[in-house]
């Protein structure tokens, strides 16, 4: 991984990677949950927000989140991910429904979501793109339901405002640009877009489990 262009990559470059290492993907990270208490802990709490409403795992992955959302509080899950790759992972994995789309235009009618999580996929995006992102998150969520984001905060090479970009992965050519976010100014995008913050939590990695850079944990909600 090198540092890379702020601006580096596209919604294009970006699927493009994710479909060519989703299986690998699936296989490295599926089971990463097991090693990250304080995220279990937060996925129920969102679902406890957000139970008996439809929830949006947007940038799901291999769905492995999504799966968790499905045992609880009676939440009703289905992932959204740029890559049609990974939707096709995840559903395999799961049975649950998945739908290939971009995060700034979800094809999902206005406030109908009792939720939406976010976990580390606004981290490909420029603040053009994650604003219209959370514009879109505001537009789908019901009054009063949560949203759940999170990101990478530094690592020991890079600090907020600064990214790395990678363009081999697991033999794959790729080319993904990883941007670390402030928290203070993604809270005020989430404002920006008429999302109110709940909590925050801020954490230090897991060591072995995880990429060793800090995260934070973005609680809002959309005013009723």
Known sequence: MSAGSPDAGTPLTTRGSY?????????????????????RALLDAFAE????????????????VTARLAGLHDVRPFGVDLSPAMCAVAHRGSGLPFLAADMSALPVRSGALGGVLCLYAVIHLDPAERAAAYAEFAR??????????????????????????????????????FRYL?????T????????????RLDREPHPGAEHPSRRAYLLARRPA
Do not use: I, M, N
């Not at 927000?49 to 492995?64: E, I, K, M, S, Y």
């Not at 402030?182 to 993604?186: I, S, T």
């Open 188 to 199: 005020a995008a989430l404002a920006r877009a008429g999302l109110a913050l709940t909590a």
């Open 19 to 39: 479909d060519a290492v989703a299986e690998r993907y699936a296989r490295e990270l599926g089971a990463e949950l097991d090693g990250k208490p304080l995220d």
């Open 49 to 64: 927000l957000a139970a008996g409403g439809p929830v949006a795992d947007v940038g799901c992955g291999p769905g492995h």
């Open 182 to 186: 402030d928290p203070a100014a993604e």
């Open 140 to 177: 789908v969520l019901r009054p009063g339901a949560p949203l759940l984001v999170a990101f990478h905060t530094s690592d020991p090479q890079l600090r907020a405002g600064q990214s790395a970009h990678l363009d081999q992965w697991w033999g794959h050519r790729v080319d993904l640009t």
